[in-house]
């Protein structure tokens, strides 16, 4: 995505995704209850393009709002977030769409008559980029609310049949050598718009000596962490470290399952599993399916990936382990953004919404990291044992509070997952969330101790 007609192409792709996802919403539907882990999607669709407007169309023609008035509604540090389900405060859904297609059209006319500076070409992939977090998050606020998939995911909704009985499990540790590995990327980057686009948590790189570490060669599966939840993992303090036992007995208020009264007793399983009839279900979306144990444990909150380590002996990975083990590379190594190389290759990995069912664990070896670990980018974003923090030297970028407001007091995830876009992630990525978040689409893989 650097020419002028890919990017093009790019923000077309974001707007009709968007789209698609608000208009596959129903007047009912788009009536959403209120929830502290999601945004009412068109709400979303108005802030997107705001986005946009502010970013790129208001510098490049210097012209007022197009929504004159709005701008406090839009943004999203201003407006408090129980305000955005307000209807005396936020348009209607036809005066939204009205507002992105405005936006949109005006972005494509830019496009079509203005040369395009590394600048504007970094402005444009910010824009693009921002609109592919929101289309995650809209994802993520469908399964909460028990909706249908998106739209542009592809049927069918079959459980795969044809599942080896061992394919759930563990095959192993891989050894990363002790060394001295490359974190993060370059600040100062004469291809900042480019091969080196980077947001500002992930600035500037550096270089860490770790000791060797193993680390697992896959995500935890779901048959992995039943057996945690079969010995009553969830009901013996001894695995819950302070912060878990608080998470427990507190019923993190933002875990998001909107479909069912939150419970009195403390969760003794992931968020969208239930038992029934001796069977363990899962809810996918709007069905609930049997739970697949070959398939990645996702929807975990950092506490109770935590509480899984402590009773299998292992450990959560470092942000900087995570890096290494998925990218590898050394002082000199090449700029090396995905765990097979240089270029993203979106068929080596679960990422776009492509699939509405997760692969196995031990699927997708060809986007193995060159230390045999599998997939790193896409599936689910990977709690680490890290806080999110600034790098030193860290400066903020053109969005000042696309990390500042999360250092300290969230976790750093890695990797990206099935919803991610396969033209965002890259393995120096760094995703931001609370610990106790379970409602988005997070899973782990562990380290020996
Ligand atoms: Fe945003």
């Not at 090396?336 to 692969?359: I, K």
């Not at 992630?425 to 995703?431: A, D, P």
Request: charged share 20%; proline share 10%; net charge negative.
């Amino acid at each position: 995505m650097q020419t002028q007609p890919e990017i093009e192409q790019a923000l077309d792709h974001a707007y009709r995704r968007l789209l698609a996802l608000i208009e596959s919403l129903d007047d009912a539907r788009l009536r959403v209850p209120y929830h502290p882990g999601i945004n009412p999607p068109v709400w979303e669709g108005g802030h997107t393009a705001f986005f946009l407007e502010t970013f790129l169309l208001r510098p490049w023609l210097a012209r007022p709002p197009i929504m004159p008035g709005l701008d406090p509604v839009w943004d999203s540090f201003d407006i408090d977030h129980e305000d955005r389900w307000r209807p005396d405060v936020v348009p209607g859904k036809a005066a939204i769409l009205d507002y992105m297609r405005a936006v949109h059209e005006s972005v494509l006319e830019c496009l079509a008559t203005r040369p395009l500076t590394p600048q504007d070409l970094y402005l444009c992939k910010y824009g693009i980029f921002h609109q592919h977090m929101h289309i995650e998050s809209m994802i993520w606020a469908c399964q909460t609310l028990g909706y249908a998939p998106p739209p542009f995911t592809p049927p069918p909704f079959a459980q795969p049949t044809a599942r080896p009985e061992t394919a759930g499990a563990a095959p192993g540790d891989v050894t990363i050598p002790a060394g001295r590995y490359r974190i993060g990327m370059p600040a100062d980057s004469p291809d900042f718009a480019a091969a080196h686009f980077a947001f500002d948590c992930e600035k500037p790189d550096f270089l860490v000596d770790l000791p060797e570490f193993a680390i697992s060669r896959t995500l935890v599966s779901n048959g992995a962490f039943l057996e945690f939840v079969e010995a009553e993992g969830y009901r013996n303090e001894t695995w819950w470290s302070w912060g878990g036992r608080k998470w427990l007995s507190a019923r993190a208020a933002a875990d998001g399952d909107a479909t069912r009264q939150a419970p009195a007793a403390p969760p003794d399983a992931p968020i969208y599993w239930k038992r029934e009839e001796g069977a363990w279900r899962q809810r996918h979306f709007d069905r609930w399916l049997p739970l697949d144990p070959a398939s990645p444990v996702l929807h975990v909150s950092y506490w109770e990936a935590e509480a899984y380590c402590n009773w299998a002996g292992r450990r959560l990975p470092t942000e900087f382990e995570w890096e290494a083990a998925a990218l590898g590379r050394g002082p000199d190594s090449p700029a090396q953004l995905y765990p097979w190389g240089a270029g993203m290759d979106a068929g080596r990995a679960d990422l776009d919404a492509a699939a509405l069912h997760r692969p196995a664990v031990n699927d997708l070896a060809a986007g193995d990291s060159r230390f045999g670990c599998r997939q790193m980018l896409g599936t689910a974003w990977e709690w680490t044992a890290s806080p999110f923090l600034p790098y030193d030297g860290f400066r903020v970028d053109m969005y000042p509070y696309m990390s500042t407001l999360q250092f300290g007091t969230h976790r750093t995830t890695k990797g990206g997952s099935w919803a991610t876009a396969s033209s965002l992630i890259r393995g120096s990525y760094r995703q931001a969330y609370l610990p106790e978040r379970r409602d988005v689409f997070v899973g782990f893989r562990t380290c020996a101790r």
